[in-house]
């Protein structure tokens, strides 16, 4: 006989499917429908199944075949079992199983089908009962068709449940795998940058202060790894579920570098490593083999700086990187971004240190030291004015503060304060000076442009009883060239209001302050922290001063 050989069809194009019951197995065919009307169920399919002792077969693909409905036949079985009168016993000879079944006339135990709010599983609940027969695992399968779930049936499952349990989860969808957000991988470490080296001896060199970290050309500075889309997931019901894609991220290209390979940052020049946290740049060095005084006259570079000798008085270094002074600061003025000076600050009452994070020196007397981070005094300072957003020591072996007035966001800590003399010394924690200045500068600008932008509105309300058509052509278009300036004089206004706004909460939220005394404190120093004063009496020793209940109290170094 033709191992292909059809022994009985149900069904055909008109019916929308056709069940083909072969030597070989069952086959099904679903036609396309364009009238998009509904022909039959799932469940029509699986009675005729059933109808011919069908029952080793997959629900998914069934329901795949039947949602796909592409006119093509699917093998859905091996065998079957013809129903009577289907003519099956006039082919003994093919593979074809009769079945018998004990009958059981006890009542069947009810249960009920239910779906997660999520959509995700469908749960079996069965009321036992040892007088009724437990359902079959056909009316389990039937219920959840009923319930057009199509996706993650579970067979093992619910044989398994329908022996020992009452509750038991028949289908369950598969989650979706949300993608991995974009990261940048640096291939440097700043953690060294800054810290002064330890010799043979562990002595510390502040001399030596590990200041740089160079890039050469064509070094590989920083890799994105690109975010990932994610795997869809799908429901028991067969509908897919959208996974989160991850968060891109840009490449952080900055000034110097190129982009390759679309991820990777590359170094175009010699020079050192800037990292912002955003962009990675390369700034070329300047280097100066002597003094900055008459023979160079005033520095201002983008990238880092190298002084071989000091910076003498009324000359005025600025740089976009690190300016590294093996001399001294003489009276002159030094902006960059972190200042290292070796012999320290001899002000003469007009020097200027201002780095937007650290400045190191090895002391100071009579100047202006400004830092958005931290200062680092390792000998002494005299008479000075010195602001740190976060950290102001003054320590080494003196590590004396004798007069003039300190800030920092964070902590003052030194080793001696004030001295027998009780000269006044001013010490003030708990707001960072640099944001205190910022908002001082930014109410101040925001006065002036209020009082430009009333006097523009003032001018202009006279001008507008004015017939403009009259006037001179040069001057109608001054008054049309004031009207225009209204608009972005008006947003920078706004904007400044906002920014008035954040400052404000900033400072209203820094509660973090305390300042540490190694050796003593004498009377003569007043502190402040969060706007709590202390006027020192007596000689305090090895302490660290806090407010507490909007009180200074002194505790253990």
């Not at 200027?352 to 100047?367: H, I, Q």
């Not at 004396?400 to 003030?428: D, M, P, S």
């Not at 009333?454 to 040069?474: F, M, R, Y």
């Not at 939220?509 to 003569?524: C, S």
């Amino acid at each position: 006989m033709d191992e292909n050989e059809k022994i009985s069809e149900v069904g055909g194009e008109t019916a929308g499917y056709l069940f083909e019951f072969k030597s070989d197995g069952v086959y099904l065919t679903v036609y396309p429908n364009d009238d998009n009307g509904i022909l039959f169920e799932l469940s029509d399919m699986r009675q005729i199944l059933k109808d011919y002792g069908v029952a080793d077969y997959d629900i998914e693909l069934l329901a795949r075949v039947v949602r796909t409905a592409d006119g093509v036949p699917v093998r859905l079985a091996d065998r079957f079992v013809s129903p009577v009168g289907a003519g099956a016993e006039e082919r003994a000879n093919v593979r074809v199983e009769e079945k018998a079944e004990e009958v059981d006339d006890r009542e069947t135990m009810t249960f009920t089908v239910d779906v997660a709010k999520d959509r995700m599983t469908a749960k079996i609940r069965i009321e036992r009962d040892a007088a009724k027969k437990p359902p079959t695992a056909e009316a389990i399968l039937q219920a959840l068709a009923d319930r057009r779930i199509t996706y993650g049936i579970d067979n093992d499952a619910i044989n398994a449940g329908l022996e020992h349990g009452s509750e038991f989860i028949a289908a369950k969808g598969t989650a979706p795998q949300n993608g991995i957000d974009a990261k940048i991988e640096r291939k440097f470490s700043l953690a060294e940058k800054g810290k002064p080296a330890v010799n043979k001896y562990d002595q510390v060199d502040y001399k030596n202060m590990n200041l740089f970290v160079l890039a050469k050309k064509g070094q590989v500075l920083a890799e994105r790894i690109p975010h990932t889309q994610g795997i869809p997931g799908t429901n028991i019901f067969g509908d897919e579920i959208r996974p989160k894609p991850g968060k891109p991220k840009p490449v952080p290209a900055g000034k110097n570098t190129e982009i390759r390979d679309e991820n990777l940052v590359v170094s175009l020049i010699e020079g050192q490593i800037v990292d912002n946290g955003t962009k990675i740049s390369v700034d070329p060095k300047l280097t100066i083999d002597g003094d900055v005084g008459v023979g160079t006259g005033n520095i201002d570079f983008v990238g880092a700086v190298d002084i071989g000798g000091s910076v003498m008085q009324g000359f005025i270094v600025k740089a976009t990187g690190d300016i590294n002074i093996k001399g001294m600061v003489s009276g002159g003025v030094v902006h960059g971004y972190n200042v290292y000076i070796a012999g320290g600050v001899q002000g003469m009452n007009r020097g200027e240190v201002r780095a937007e994070e650290e400045v190191r020196a090895a002391f100071v007397e009579n100047a202006k030291i400004e830092a958005g981070g931290n200062i680092f005094i390792t000998d002494v300072a005299l008479h000075s004015d010195l602001r740190a957003g976060k950290v102001l020591a003054v320590e080494g072996k003196r590590g004396l503060v004798t007069g003039g007035y300190l800030a920092a966001g964070e902590e003052i800590r030194a080793k001696t304060i004030g001295n027998t003399l009780f000269v006044a010394t001013k010490l003030v924690v708990g707001v960072n000076p640099m944001l205190q200045r910022r908002y001082q500068e930014t109410c101040k600008e925001y006065a002036e442009l209020k009082k430009k932008l009333s006097q523009l509105t003032k001018a202009l309300n006279t001008l507008g009883k004015i017939d403009v058509s009259k006037l001179p052509p040069e001057r109608a278009a001054q008054i049309s060239q004031m009207t225009r300036s209204q608009f972005p004089l008006a947003g920078k206004i706004e904007r400044d209001e906002k920014l008035i706004r954040e400052l404000e909460e900033q400072i209203a939220q820094m509660r973090i302050g305390r300042i540490r005394v190694a050796d003593k404190m004498y009377p003569g120093t007043r502190i402040i922290i969060n706007s709590v004063m202390k006027n020192i009496q007596s000689e305090e020793q090895h302490c660290t001063l806090t407010v507490e209940d909007d009180e200074i109290k002194s505790g253990a170094y």
